[in-house]
């Protein structure tokens, strides 16, 4: 493009400015090429004439489209050159705040000066394994680059970090090494990254300091060698030093400070242990106070102290050592103030008598002190023939003074250093090393001195490795790409370097003017200027004889002589260095043990595998042979020397440090300052260097989808892109040499990709004014339609209105006349009505008076005659009344007199002893003639029943004829019976008036009674009332105050609740974490086992399982063992050994003993109860009935029975253990302890069993024995009081055996006549009636179990007519549906329904096929025993005539049939086939084998086994079960630790086992949901709740386990599926960009192509696993919710980094595939499982891309849509948003702020970077399962033939 084209009107330029060094403006005429004048605009719309001329001022800088500010990375853009690279900078880092910004290879770090929350873990977590064209800039990334390819390369790799002081160098070193530690941490437990993060405090309290620039500035430059082994994990490192600034340690300069250890150490003096110290505020001392200011603000010395120590302890340092170090550093401080003072001849001076710092100097040294007095006021010269003591002067003694505090602290800063490099050395060999190099950059003051010389001096050979680096990647590059190489010119710094170092440079100078005995700074200023004035880099200021210029490749710098010798020789007097040697301190004599040592670098390297065997790119400068004492240059030198030498044989990564202002003021930019650095660090070259050739370059792809809109249509149909783009240049760029065409890229001369873009935005730009024209064209045509539509309907409208309103009034007109008509009608009917109203109610009031007078009189009169006759009635009552109460009363006195006589003789009669002689007298003989009497009567009853019989026959006959004669009288005499009949009633009648009489006073009497009573009782309840009212306003008072106080109470316990629950989560979150922590140090335990151990078999006695031992003896806790103090005082005298020899015996006997004692516990609270309820009761005890005395009399009988047992069996247990110890210590060999332990324990075992049956015996004995002294008791108490005594049935069902026992006790005590002789002679009465109570309980007993027996068969009944109704109502809607389809779908409804029952009975006839085969084998094989056994059956029967040999064979065979039939859902199996049945059911088992059976089949079937163990009592089987089994399955997953398939199908067994435990534990509360025969089945003698918190454990670290697998696989996957691929096409644009993508960590390695449909393939994949295997779906809801969490943690952590996704169609995109990720979820029936939940942030996100950001609404709605990103991501992806094109607008600065002072409220956390490592909690609900397992089927595949049916 010609200069014209360029420079046209409206285009944007850069003019220098002198203050912000650029300036934008804009082009306001078309400028022609030769014209003076560029007409201007400046941005406040200033017109400016830019004058153009070719030697004042040449065409201004073009700008850079909008589009391309702010990019990642300076070499994206178009036009590279200085003013683009500043304003991109300054956009980036003032708008954006990004820090950050690439430089082709270098890494542009701008200080903040502010903590910014991007350097956590999570932070490392997303830039690790990244490339580094992905993410955004970031020391991360570089330090990933630098990690990846050493790995890759096999290749050292060095991080070269520069800059000013205070650019924060030190921060980017620390954070690189925190980065490596971090991804590349020790294999082993010897936390090596931990040191090398320690050595950063300590390095930093030694060798930083505040300067005028940074508070923290690094006074040194060091680099340290970080090594790794094959593996890539940190094994160790090393550190170099360079140039410590000796001279701080005596001098600063205003508000500067001195090393920090200075400040902490006197900030920390009042600790006890440093009272030696004899330190007091850094303000007394002078080394420490030059600066006028010894606070650094927000900094607290005393607390980094504490860090720095630390830190000392961390890498080893005893507390001796660092009480040394700590000495020597108070000892400078007292050395700086003690005072010199000059004597009167000004040659010689002294020191004040009784000097207390020089005291404490001596005394913290160890060291002489007049010795030391003597020497520091005095010299000696030695020469060749005498030694001579010379004064010194007051100046010269200071001097000394200071050189030797400044020669003490750089030994004890050399011997720190090695040391920290004796700490992180290791043995192990170094198979690679990443280096940190982090040094000074460039320095220029006002006066500048050796230090300043030395520091540029080191950049200056950097530049020169940097430059070549950069130019051989460049070469490289074109190389690969097969581009025309032509050789681009770069700056070359060699000839500045050779005036420093090469021979009879400017250091050689400097050495020979050393030499010289009076050499001075002025003679060897003079050799300079006549040896090197020739030289173009070096120049002789015009003003200065003492100083000297030297053009660096950034600046000229001028350098003042004064200092130059001195500092370079570093003159130390040897005889204070000899006092120093002889001090009792062995650290400080050993620090000056070697005086020749380099005092400026640590030179030792830890070990063989830190050198580094490399060829100098250019010869080293040869030095002179002479000997002589190494200076300081020379020595740096070397150092630098060998540094390029490690450098060039490493692979280097750049990061140059920028300041940007000098107020360290956050984010605040200087242009000045930036470009000065800018240009001083290489960035500018670097720039140069990519302009020189083709800066911009672009893949085929991405340029193809970029500028494809400037193709034709026929060029789209050309399916090679190479070509179409090859094409479209040739077609658009004329200039061939603009553009080359490389393998994979083009790549394009500055300038191209601008034009470019502008041919795009033109295209743009008329296609959107084209459909502008279309649209504003259909818009009014559309408004033209709708104005004339509203025309024509207003007109109908109006038209219809008037029509209306003339009808409206017609008939409003004809409503009033027939209003007027009837108004008038109905006021004359009114009228008229009223009238005849009137007449007629004065007529009827009129009738109605006269009427009413008549009435009152006939009132009157009938009224007199009522109360006469009452009256009347009344008199004549009261007269009789008194008449007949008079009669009564004679009468009552009369009788009571005859009863008073009557009374009186009876009692006499009853006194006297014959009346009594006469009521026994033949009392038995009467009771035998009664009962024969009976007998007669009885007979005679017969008799005359048969005389009855005919008697009423006869009678029957006779009175026949009677009536019939009866009737014929009674026709004759009607007359007067009807008379007599009449006179009857009548008296009848009378005498039922008297009842009635006497009936009705009786009531009323009653009624009077009654009448009172309730008076008083209303009386008192009113009283009551009203004390109920006044205590129901007291508690309605009481009720308002409880329910504010229960509101209170409510509110605060919803808040407890909603604490207690999230500390739940807390907790259990904290205890799943410390078990994945157990599972992780389990797993590293067993890999340093693996590596440890030999090949070959070999015990591993330390091996555990989950419980506490693999061992075949039971774990004993202390709840098992009792607290007995015999027992633990035995195991204690026998030992740990012995006392487990006999541990299953011990077992045994302490069950035994735990359940006896239990038992007596129970019955002694039973006695307590029963106790209680005597003593409320009183004299009640005689009434209770007799079975709760039998039952407080067998209660009580066990109780001492077994305490006494309990007595014996802890007497016979420690025994017992005795004996075996002693007979173990004895015996010396293990097969007869072991043989005499099982006999032992056989004896004790059959001796256990025949105890037990003889308790009860005895027990039952003596329960009859005291019953019948009971019952004996009772019964006399009965005969005495002569009352029948009552024998009541017992409301406690008695056993079958009781009953009889209780009977036949009985009936053996039958003949003992004395027992019952109370009640006749032989006893036989009492006898037979408690044999027949006896009988009688017995027959109610059956009758109860009879009664619970037809309830259960009714229950079962009930049960199955359930089921039946079940089944009916299933089948009714079947038919119901069936009905309601076409008949076409009723015919394949029916079939189908048809298939599925056809399948079932398959199924279940194939089951009973597998039973019958099974028995078949069974029978054949016993068929085949037995007819082994036939031949000696049959001599057997010969021999010998017994009919009963051969029934033990029936028996046998009719009890296998037995078992057979009744399958109890358990497994048999022998102790000798366990490995093998865990190997088939665990290590063996693959998923696909029982993928075809029931769910979780291992599970059942290792349940089922568990059973049997169970069962038959064994807790040595059911404890080695369980054991070898989780082991197993611990292995299988560690052996698959990366199979998900696997993983799952364990995680489902192991959870279902863990069901079946707690489902069949006995426990109530997971026996809800049981049928009855699932509670038979449930566990009868062991409680295994620890294994059941062991499974628990187990499957929290494999549900662990499934998530880091799933987790690992989903990885790649997400960024690419949510962010890259285009889910919906031609959507996302490509903008262009810059050299990092094509870094060299991307050579080799394609991008991800996965897809959104191969996520959520990989998705559906995991749940189909799960579901197949049977995982509860509560748990694979909590395994999808997981993984969507990584999800949205992966996007969102992406989303953050990257600006190249922060664009509205990338929003599009991610919302797109969030909606396809919830349709997945619905689909799975999971959208209730929290996951749409987790990925919340991420929708956001795409939201918050998509959202309008301008104006204040704006902002508040993406305030209250964005609740759940915290503030800083909302900020961070404000400002990564990249508009597309240019049609797009920028999210402004004002608009960003707004947003944060919104949100400056909230209470977020500050966190940037959603934490990947997250895990949720997980929660197994208890899931019972409703299968029998009697009905589970084994396939015959698995091989487990060995396992028997029971």
Same mark, same amino acid.
């Given at each position: 493009?010609?200069?014209?084209?360029?420079?046209?009107?409206?285009?944007?330029?850069?003019?220098?400015?002198?203050?912000?060094?650029?300036?934008?403006?804009?082009?306001?005429?078309?400028?022609?090429?030769?014209?003076?004048?560029?007409?201007?605009?400046?941005?406040?719309?200033?017109?400016?004439?830019?004058?153009? *001329?070719?030697?004042?001022?040449?065409?201004?800088?073009?700008?850079?489209?909008?589009?391309?500010? @702010?990019?990642?990375?300076?070499?994206?853009?178009?036009?590279?050159?200085?003013?683009?690279?500043?304003?991109?900078?300054?956009?980036?880092?003032?708008?954006?705040?990004?820090?950050?910004?690439?430089?082709?290879?270098?890494?542009?770090?701008?200080?903040?000066?502010?903590?910014?929350?991007?350097?956590?873990? $999570?932070?490392?977590?997303?830039?690790?394994?990244?490339?580094?064209?992905?993410?955004?800039?970031?020391?991360?990334?570089?330090?990933?680059?630098?990690?990846?390819?050493?790995?890759?390369?096999?290749?050292?790799?060095?991080?070269?970090?520069?800059?000013?002081?205070?650019?924060?160098?030190?921060?980017?070193?620390?954070?690189?090494?925190?980065?490596?530690?971090?991804?590349?941490?020790?294999?082993?437990?010897?936390?090596?990254?931990?040191?090398?993060?320690?050595?950063?405090?300590?390095?930093?309290?030694?060798?930083?300091?505040?300067?005028?620039?940074?508070?923290?500035?690094?006074?040194?430059?060091?680099?340290?060698?970080?090594?790794?082994?094959?593996?890539?994990?940190?094994?160790?490192?090393?550190?170099?030093?360079?140039?410590?600034?000796?001279?701080?340690?005596?001098?600063?300069?205003?508000?500067?400070?001195?090393?920090?250890?200075?400040?902490?150490?006197?900030?920390?003096?009042?600790?006890?242990?440093?009272?030696?110290?004899?330190?007091? /505020?850094?303000?007394?001392?002078?080394?420490?106070?030059?600066?006028?200011?010894? !606070?650094?603000?927000?900094?607290?010395?005393?607390?980094?102290?504490?860090?720095?120590?630390?830190?000392?302890?961390?890498?080893?340092?005893?507390?001796?050592?660092?009480?040394?170090?700590?000495?020597?550093?108070?000892?400078?401080?007292? +050395?700086?103030?003690?005072?010199?003072?000059?004597?009167?001849?000004?040659?010689?001076?002294?020191?004040?008598?009784?000097?207390?710092?020089?005291?404490?100097?001596?005394?913290?040294?160890?060291?002489?002190?007049?010795?030391?007095?003597?020497?520091?006021?005095?010299?000696?010269?030695?020469?060749?023939?005498?030694?001579?003591?010379?004064?010194?002067?007051?100046?010269?003694?200071?001097?000394?003074?200071?050189?030797?505090?400044?020669?003490?602290?750089?030994?004890?800063?050399?011997?720190?250093?090695?040391?920290?490099?004796?700490?992180?050395?290791?043995? /192990?060999?170094?198979? /690679?090393?990443?280096?940190?190099?982090?040094?000074?950059?460039?320095?220029?003051?006002?006066?500048?001195?050796?230090?300043?010389?030395?520091?540029?001096?080191?950049? $200056?050979?950097?530049?020169?490795?940097?430059?070549?680096?950069?130019?051989?990647?460049?070469?490289?590059?074109?190389?690969?790409?097969?581009?025309?190489?032509?050789?681009?010119?770069?700056?070359?710094?060699?000839?500045?370097?050779?005036?420093?170092?090469?021979?009879?440079?400017?250091?050689?100078?400097?050495?020979?003017?050393?030499?010289?005995?009076?050499?001075?700074?002025?003679?060897?200023?003079?050799?300079?200027?006549?040896?090197?004035?020739?030289?173009?880099?070096?120049?002789?200021?015009?003003?200065?004889?003492?100083?000297?210029?030297?053009?660096?490749?950034?600046?000229?710098?001028?350098?003042?002589?004064?200092?130059?010798? $001195?500092?370079?020789?570093?003159?130390?007097?040897?005889?204070?260095?000899?006092?120093?040697?002889?001090?009792?301190?062995?650290?400080?004599?050993?620090?000056?043990?070697?005086?020749?040592?380099?005092?400026?670098?640590?030179?030792?390297?830890?070990?063989?595998?830190?050198?580094?065997?490399?060829?100098?790119?250019?010869?080293?400068?040869?030095?002179?042979?002479?000997?002589?004492?190494?200076?300081?240059?020379?020595?740096?030198?070397?150092?630098?020397?060998?540094?390029?030498?490690?450098?060039?044989?490493?692979?280097?990564?750049?990061?140059?440090?920028?300041?940007?202002?000098?107020?360290?003021?956050?984010?605040?930019?200087?242009?000045?300052?930036?470009?000065?650095?800018?240009?001083?660090?290489?960035?500018?070259?670097?720039?140069?260097?990519?302009?020189?050739?083709?800066?911009?370059?672009?893949?085929?792809?991405?340029?193809?989808?970029?500028?494809?809109?400037?193709?034709?249509?026929?060029?789209?149909?050309?399916?090679?892109?190479?070509?179409?783009?090859?094409?479209?240049?040739?077609?658009?760029?004329?200039?061939?040499?603009?553009?080359?065409?490389?393998?994979?890229?083009?790549?394009?001369?500055? *300038?191209?990709?601008?034009?470019?873009?502008?041919?795009?935005?033109?295209?743009?730009?008329?296609?959107?004014?084209?459909?502008?024209?279309?649209?504003?064209?259909?818009?009014?045509?559309?408004?033209?339609?709708?104005?004339?539509?509203?025309?024509?309907?207003?007109?109908?409208?109006?038209?219809?209105?008037?029509?209306?309103?003339?009808?409206?009034?017609?008939?409003?007109?004809?409503?009033?006349?027939?209003?007027?008509?009837?108004?008038?009608?109905?006021?004359?009917?009114?009228?008229?009505?009223?009238?005849?109203?009137?007449?007629?109610?004065?007529?009827?009031?009129?009738?109605?008076?006269?009427?009413?007078?008549?009435?009152?009189?006939?009132?009157?009169?009938?009224?007199?005659?009522?109360?006469?006759?009452?009256?009347?009635?009344?008199?004549?009552?009261?007269?009789?009344?008194?008449?007949?109460?008079?009669?009564?009363?004679?009468?009552?006195?009369?009788?009571?007199?005859?009863?008073?006589?009557?009374?009186?003789?009876?009692?006499?009669?009853?006194?006297?002893?014959?009346?009594?002689?006469?009521?026994?007298?033949?009392?038995?003989?009467?009771?035998?003639?009664?009962?024969?009497?009976?007998?007669?009567?009885?007979?005679?009853?017969?008799?005359?029943?048969?005389?009855?019989?005919?008697?009423?026959?006869?009678?029957?006959?006779?009175?026949?004829?009677?009536?019939?004669?009866?009737?014929?009288?009674?026709?004759?005499?009607?007359?007067?019976?009807?008379?007599?009949?009449?006179?009857?009633?009548?008296?009848?009648?009378?005498?039922?008036?008297?009842?009635?009489?006497?009936?009705?006073?009786? +009531?009323?009497?009653?009624?009077?009674?009654?009448?009172?009573?309730?008076?008083?009782?209303?009386?008192?309840?009113?009283?009551?009332?009203?004390?109920?009212?006044?205590?129901?306003?007291?508690?309605?008072?009481?009720?308002?105050?409880?329910?504010?106080?229960?509101?209170?109470?409510?509110?605060?316990?919803?808040?407890?609740? *909603?604490?207690?629950?999230?500390?739940?989560?807390?907790?259990?979150?904290?205890?799943?974490?410390?078990?994945?922590?157990?599972?992780?140090?389990?797993?590293?335990?067993?890999?340093?086992?693996?590596?440890?151990?030999?090949?070959?078999?070999?015990?591993?006695?330390?091996?555990?399982?989950?419980?506490?031992?693999?061992?075949?003896?039971?774990?004993?806790?202390?709840?098992?063992?009792?607290?007995?103090?015999?027992?633990?005082?035995?195991?204690?005298?026998?030992?740990?050994?012995?006392?487990?020899?006999?541990?299953?015996?011990?077992?045994?006997?302490?069950?035994?003993?735990?359940?006896?004692?239990?038992?007596?516990?129970?019955?002694?609270?039973?006695?307590?109860?029963?106790?209680?309820?005597?003593?409320?009761?009183?004299?009640?005890?005689?009434?209770?009935?007799?079975?709760?005395?039998?039952?407080?009399?067998?209660?009580?009988?066990?109780?001492?029975?077994?305490?006494? $047992?309990?007595?014996?069996?802890?007497?016979?247990?420690?025994?017992?253990?005795?004996?075996?110890?002693?007979?173990?210590?004895?015996?010396?060999?293990?097969?007869?302890?072991?043989?005499?332990?099982?006999?032992?324990?056989?004896?004790?075992?059959?001796?256990?069993?025949?105890?037990?049956?003889?308790?009860?015996?005895?027990?039952?004995?003596?329960?009859?024995?005291? /019953?019948?002294?009971?019952?004996?008791?009772?019964?006399?108490?009965?005969?005495?009081?002569?009352?029948?005594?009552?024998?009541?049935?017992?409301?406690?069902?008695?056993?079958?055996?009781?009953?009889?026992?209780?009977?036949?006790?009985?009936?053996?005590?039958?003949?003992?006549?004395?027992?019952?002789?109370?009640?006749?002679?032989?006893?036989?009465?009492?006898?037979?009636?408690?044999?027949?109570?006896?009988?009688?309980?017995?027959?109610?007993?059956?009758?109860?179990?009879?009664?619970?027996?037809?309830?259960?068969?009714?229950?079962?009944?009930?049960?199955?007519?359930?089921?039946?109704?079940?089944?009916?109502?299933?089948?009714?809607?079947?038919?119901?549906?069936?009905?309601?389809?076409?008949?076409?779908?009723?015919?394949?409804?029916?079939?189908?329904?048809?298939?599925?029952?056809?399948?079932?009975?398959?199924?279940?006839?194939?089951?009973?096929?597998?039973?019958?085969?099974?028995?078949?084998?069974?029978?054949?094989?016993?068929?085949?025993?037995?007819?082994?056994?036939?031949?000696?059956?049959?001599?057997?029967?010969?021999?010998?005539?017994?009919?009963?040999?051969?029934?033990?064979?029936?028996?046998?065979?009719?009890?296998?049939?037995?078992?057979?039939?009744?399958?109890?859902?358990?497994?048999?199996?022998?102790?000798?086939?366990?490995?093998?049945?865990?190997?088939?059911?665990?290590?063996?088992?693959?998923?696909?084998?029982?993928?075809?059976?029931?769910?979780?089949?291992?599970?059942?079937?290792?349940?089922?086994?568990?059973?049997?163990?169970?069962?038959?009592?064994?807790?040595?089987?059911?404890?080695?079960?369980?054991?070898?089994?989780?082991?197993?399955?611990?292995?299988?997953?560690?052996?698959?630790?990366?199979?998900?398939?696997?993983?799952? !199908?364990?995680?489902?067994?192991?959870?279902?086992?863990?069901?079946?435990?707690?489902?069949?534990?006995?426990?109530?509360?997971?026996?809800?949901?049981?049928?009855?025969?699932?509670?038979?089945?449930?566990?009868?003698?062991?409680?295994?709740?620890?294994?059941?918190?062991?499974?628990?454990?187990?499957?929290?670290?494999?549900?662990?386990?499934?998530?880091?697998?799933?987790?690992?696989?989903?990885?790649?996957?997400?960024?690419?599926?949510?962010?890259?691929?285009?889910?919906?096409?031609?959507?996302?644009?490509?903008?262009?960009?810059?050299?990092?993508?094509?870094?060299?960590?991307?050579?080799?390695?394609?991008?991800?192509?996965?897809?959104?449909?191969?996520?959520?393939?990989?998705? @559906?994949?995991?749940?189909?696993?799960?579901?197949?295997?049977?995982?509860?779906?509560?748990?694979?809801?909590?395994?999808?919710?997981?993984?969507?969490?990584?999800?949205?943690?992966?996007?969102?952590?992406?989303?953050?980094?990257?600006?190249?996704?922060?664009?509205?169609?990338?929003?599009?995109?991610?919302?797109?595939?969030?909606?396809?990720?919830?349709?997945?979820?619905?689909?799975?029936?999971?959208?209730?499982?929290?996951?749409?939940?987790?990925?919340?942030?991420?929708?956001?996100?795409?939201?918050?891309?998509?959202?309008?950001?301008?104006?204040?609404?704006?902002?508040?709605?993406?305030?209250? +849509?964005?609740?759940?990103?915290?503030?800083?991501?909302?900020?961070?992806?404000?400002?990564?948003?990249?508009?597309?094109?240019?049609?797009?607008?920028?999210?402004?600065?004002? !608009?960003?702020?707004?947003?944060?002072?919104?949100?400056?409220?909230?209470?977020?956390?500050?966190?940037?970077?959603?934490?990947?490592?997250?895990?949720?909690?997980?929660?197994?609900?208890?899931?019972?399962?409703?299968?029998?397992?009697?009905?589970?089927?084994?396939?015959?595949?698995?091989?487990?033939?060995? +396992?028997?049916?029971?």
């Amino acid at each position: 493009m010609s200069v014209n084209e360029l420079y046209s009107k409206y285009t944007r330029v850069w003019i220098p400015d002198p203050e912000d060094v650029w300036r934008a403006a804009e082009i306001i005429k078309d400028y022609t090429e030769g014209e003076p004048i560029l007409y201007l605009k400046l941005e406040d719309e200033t017109p400016l004439e830019y004058r153009i *001329g070719p030697k004042d001022n040449a065409l201004p800088f073009l700008r850079n489209p909008d589009i391309l500010v @702010g990019e990642n990375d300076l070499t994206a853009l178009s036009y590279l050159h200085e003013p683009a690279v500043l304003h991109n900078l300054k956009v980036r880092f003032t708008e954006s705040n990004h820090i950050y910004t690439y430089c082709g290879i270098v890494l542009v770090a701008i200080n903040p000066y502010e903590q910014l929350q991007i350097y956590g873990e $999570e932070v490392i977590n997303a830039y690790s394994g990244q490339n580094m064209g992905d993410m955004d800039p970031h020391i991360f990334a570089v330090a990933e680059e630098a990690y990846k390819q050493m790995a890759r390369d096999e290749r050292n790799q060095s991080i070269i970090v520069s800059g000013e002081s205070g650019a924060g160098k030190t921060v980017s070193a620390k954070y690189a090494m925190r980065f490596f530690a971090t991804v590349g941490g020790s294999a082993n437990d010897t936390n090596v990254e931990e040191k090398v993060l320690a050595s950063s405090p300590i390095m930093e309290a030694i060798g930083n300091a505040k300067t005028t620039r940074n508070d923290n500035s690094s006074r040194f430059g060091k680099y340290i060698q970080i090594g790794f082994d094959r593996s890539y994990h940190i094994i160790g490192a090393n550190m170099r030093t360079y140039l410590l600034e000796k001279s701080r340690v005596v001098f600063q300069a205003e508000d500067e400070r001195n090393y920090h250890i200075f400040y902490q150490l006197c900030a920390s003096a009042s600790l006890p242990e440093f009272k030696d110290l004899a330190l007091t /505020s850094a303000e007394d001392f002078i080394f420490t106070s030059q600066g006028e200011n010894i !606070f650094i603000e927000g900094v607290n010395d005393a607390e980094d102290f504490e860090k720095t120590r630390e830190a000392f302890t961390l890498l080893g340092v005893n507390d001796s050592n660092q009480s040394s170090i700590f000495r020597i550093i108070a000892s400078i401080l007292h +050395l700086g103030n003690v005072e010199i003072c000059s004597e009167r001849d000004g040659d010689s001076c002294h020191i004040l008598k009784n000097d207390p710092h020089l005291a404490h100097f001596c005394q913290l040294l160890g060291v002489e002190l007049e010795q030391m007095e003597h020497w520091l006021c005095h010299r000696k010269l030695v020469t060749t023939s005498e030694t001579y003591v010379k004064n010194m002067s007051r100046k010269q003694a200071a001097n000394a003074r200071d050189a030797l505090a400044k020669h003490i602290y750089a030994h004890m800063f050399d011997w720190i250093v090695e040391y920290v490099n004796k700490s992180l050395h290791t043995s /192990s060999k170094q198979h /690679s090393f990443i280096g940190v190099l982090d040094i000074y950059g460039f320095e220029t003051f006002e006066i500048n001195s050796f230090e300043q010389f030395c520091i540029n001096y080191a950049n $200056e050979k950097l530049q020169q490795q940097f430059n070549q680096h950069v130019f051989k990647l460049e070469q490289e590059e074109y190389i690969k790409e097969q581009i025309p190489w032509t050789l681009i010119d770069f700056y070359d710094n060699q000839p500045c370097i050779d005036v420093i170092e090469a021979k009879l440079g400017i250091l050689d100078l400097l050495d020979e003017e050393c030499k010289v005995p009076k050499g001075t700074d002025q003679n060897w200023c003079q050799k300079l200027y006549d040896r090197l004035s020739s030289s173009v880099h070096f120049q002789k200021p015009r003003m200065s004889n003492t100083s000297f210029i030297v053009i660096h490749f950034a600046d000229k710098v001028e350098y003042q002589c004064d200092g130059f010798l $001195e500092k370079n020789r570093d003159t130390v007097y040897e005889e204070q260095i000899n006092i120093l040697k002889a001090s009792k301190f062995q650290l400080v004599a050993d620090l000056f043990q070697d005086t020749n040592k380099d005092s400026s670098i640590s030179t030792s390297s830890s070990s063989k595998s830190s050198r580094v065997n490399v060829r100098a790119s250019k010869p080293t400068p040869k030095v002179p042979n002479k000997e002589h004492r190494k200076t300081v240059g020379h020595q740096f030198r070397s150092s630098l020397q060998l540094l390029m030498e490690t450098l060039n044989a490493t692979t280097p990564h750049y990061v140059r440090c920028i300041k940007p202002n000098d107020k360290k003021e956050a984010f605040s930019f200087e242009s000045r300052r930036a470009v000065q650095q800018l240009r001083a660090c290489g960035v500018l070259e670097t720039i140069r260097i990519s302009a020189a050739g083709y800066p911009s370059r672009w893949t085929y792809p991405d340029f193809f989808n970029r500028y494809r809109v400037l193709m034709k249509k026929s060029d789209m149909t050309v399916g090679d892109k190479k070509l179409v783009c090859r094409n479209l240049l040739e077609t658009l760029v004329k200039d061939p040499d603009k553009f080359q065409f490389g393998k994979t890229k083009i790549f394009f001369r500055a *300038g191209q990709v601008a034009y470019l873009e502008k041919l795009r935005a033109d295209k743009f730009r008329s296609a959107c004014i084209k459909i502008q024209k279309t649209v504003r064209g259909w818009l009014q045509r559309v408004r033209y339609q709708k104005i004339r539509k509203s025309a024509i309907n207003l007109q109908r409208y109006g038209r219809g209105y008037m029509a209306r309103r003339y009808a409206e009034q017609l008939r409003l007109t004809r409503a009033a006349l027939i209003c007027q008509k009837q108004y008038r009608m109905v006021r004359e009917r009114r009228d008229y009505l009223r009238v005849r109203q009137a007449v007629v109610t004065i007529q009827a009031f009129t009738r109605g008076m006269l009427t009413r007078r008549i009435f009152q009189e006939f009132l009157l009169d009938h009224k007199a005659m009522i109360i006469q006759k009452h009256v009347r009635g009344w008199l004549t009552r009261r007269k009789f009344r008194r008449a007949r109460n008079a009669a009564i009363t004679i009468q009552c006195a009369y009788r009571r007199m005859r009863a008073k006589r009557e009374l009186k003789q009876l009692k006499i009669e009853a006194r006297s002893a014959q009346h009594l002689k006469k009521l026994n007298t033949g009392m038995e003989n009467k009771i035998v003639q009664l009962q024969r009497k009976m007998d007669d009567q009885t007979n005679d009853l017969k008799t005359q029943n048969e005389q009855l019989v005919v008697a009423k026959a006869s009678l029957g006959s006779e009175v026949n004829k009677l009536q019939k004669e009866l009737e014929m009288m009674r026709s004759r005499q009607g007359d007067g019976s009807q008379l007599t009949s009449l006179q009857d009633e009548l008296e009848k009648l009378r005498a039922e008036l008297q009842e009635a009489h006497t009936h009705m006073k009786k +009531l009323e009497e009653k009624h009077s009674n009654e009448k009172m009573g309730l008076e008083q009782r209303v009386e008192e309840l009113d009283r009551e009332n009203s004390m109920l009212k006044s205590e129901k306003e007291e508690m309605n008072r009481r009720i308002l105050h409880h329910s504010k106080s229960t509101e209170d109470q409510e509110s605060s316990a919803s808040q407890s609740v *909603g604490r207690v629950q999230a500390e739940l989560d807390d907790e259990r979150q904290s205890y799943q974490n410390l078990l994945r922590e157990f599972s992780r140090l389990e797993q590293r335990y067993d890999n340093l086992q693996e590596a440890k151990f030999q090949p070959g078999h070999k015990r591993n006695n330390s091996t555990q399982s989950s419980l506490e031992s693999d061992s075949n003896y039971p774990s004993i806790s202390t709840s098992e063992l009792g607290d007995t103090d015999d027992a633990i005082q035995l195991v204690e005298e026998m030992g740990v050994e012995k006392a487990a020899m006999d541990i299953g015996v011990f077992m045994k006997l302490q069950k035994r003993v735990r359940e006896l004692e239990q038992e007596r516990k129970r019955l002694q609270v039973n006695l307590e109860k029963m106790e209680d309820q005597v003593n409320c009761k009183g004299i009640e005890p005689k009434t209770t009935s007799e079975q709760e005395s039998e039952d407080l009399a067998y209660s009580s009988l066990k109780r001492q029975e077994l305490e006494s $047992e309990n007595k014996k069996l802890k007497n016979d247990l420690n025994e017992l253990r005795k004996a075996i110890a002693d007979r173990a210590s004895q015996n010396s060999s293990s097969n007869e302890l072991q043989d005499g332990y099982n006999l032992l324990f056989g004896q004790l075992k059959a001796a256990n069993e025949e105890l037990e049956v003889r308790k009860e015996e005895v027990l039952i004995l003596r329960t009859q024995i005291v /019953s019948a002294a009971h019952q004996k008791e009772e019964t006399t108490n009965h005969i005495e009081t002569n009352n029948v005594p009552e024998w009541t049935n017992s409301k406690k069902p008695i056993d079958k055996e009781e009953a009889v026992s209780a009977y036949h006790g009985l009936c053996e005590s039958k003949n003992k006549a004395s027992d019952w002789g109370y009640l006749n002679e032989d006893g036989e009465l009492g006898l037979a009636y408690q044999g027949l109570k006896q009988v009688a309980r017995l027959l109610e007993a059956q009758l109860q179990s009879q009664a619970r027996k037809h309830e259960d068969e009714l229950a079962a009944f009930n049960t199955q007519i359930e089921l039946l109704k079940d089944d009916i109502e299933k089948k009714q809607e079947m038919l119901n549906h069936t009905m309601s389809l076409s008949p076409e779908a009723q015919v394949e409804y029916s079939v189908q329904q048809e298939i599925t029952r056809l399948t079932n009975d398959n199924l279940d006839l194939k089951e009973l096929v597998e039973k019958l085969e099974k028995n078949e084998r069974k029978l054949k094989k016993q068929l085949r025993i037995y007819m082994k056994k036939v031949p000696d059956l049959e001599v057997s029967l010969t021999a010998s005539s017994q009919p009963t040999k051969a029934k033990p064979q029936l028996t046998r065979q009719v009890t296998v049939q037995r078992r057979e039939k009744d399958f109890e859902g358990m497994l048999e199996y022998y102790k000798e086939d366990e490995a093998l049945l865990v190997k088939t059911l665990i290590t063996d088992m693959k998923p696909n084998a029982v993928s075809a059976t029931v769910p979780c089949l291992p599970a059942y079937i290792l349940f089922m086994c568990i059973r049997h163990a169970d069962y038959i009592n064994d807790d040595q089987k059911v404890h080695s079960l369980l054991t070898s089994n989780i082991n197993a399955i611990k292995k299988v997953l560690k052996k698959n630790n990366n199979d998900f398939e696997m993983t799952s !199908f364990w995680l489902a067994n192991t959870s279902r086992l863990l069901h079946c435990l707690k489902q069949y534990s006995g426990d109530e509360a997971f026996m809800t949901q049981n049928t009855a025969k699932q509670n038979e089945h449930c566990l009868k003698n062991f409680d295994l709740a620890e294994y059941r918190q062991v499974l628990s454990d187990l499957s929290i670290q494999i549900y662990q386990q499934l998530i880091k697998v799933a987790e690992h696989m989903m990885q790649p996957m997400i960024v690419s599926a949510m962010l890259e691929s285009e889910s919906i096409p031609s959507l996302a644009g490509v903008k262009p960009m810059g050299y990092r993508n094509r870094s060299s960590s991307m050579d080799g390695e394609g991008p991800g192509s996965y897809t959104l449909e191969a996520l959520i393939k990989q998705l @559906g994949q995991f749940h189909s696993v799960m579901g197949e295997h049977g995982l509860d779906p509560e748990i694979a809801s909590q395994v999808v919710r997981q993984l969507f969490y990584s999800i949205n943690a992966v996007t969102l952590n992406n989303l953050l980094l990257r600006k190249d996704v922060c664009s509205w169609s990338t929003g599009m995109q991610l919302r797109y595939n969030i909606s396809q990720m919830e349709e997945w979820l619905r689909g799975k029936n999971l959208h209730q499982s929290g996951a749409v939940v987790n990925i919340e942030p991420v929708i956001q996100a795409a939201q918050l891309l998509q959202v309008k950001k301008k104006t204040s609404q704006d902002a508040e709605a993406i305030c209250s +849509l964005c609740t759940s990103l915290t503030m800083q991501q909302i900020v961070k992806i404000l400002n990564l948003y990249t508009p597309l094109n240019e049609f797009e607008e920028r999210v402004t600065v004002s !608009f960003i702020r707004n947003i944060q002072n919104r949100l400056k409220d909230r209470n977020d956390v500050p966190m940037l970077l959603v934490d990947t490592k997250h895990t949720f909690p997980v929660l197994f609900p208890y899931t019972p399962s409703a299968l029998s397992l009697e009905t589970l089927h084994i396939p015959a595949n698995l091989s487990l033939d060995f +396992l028997t049916r029971v």
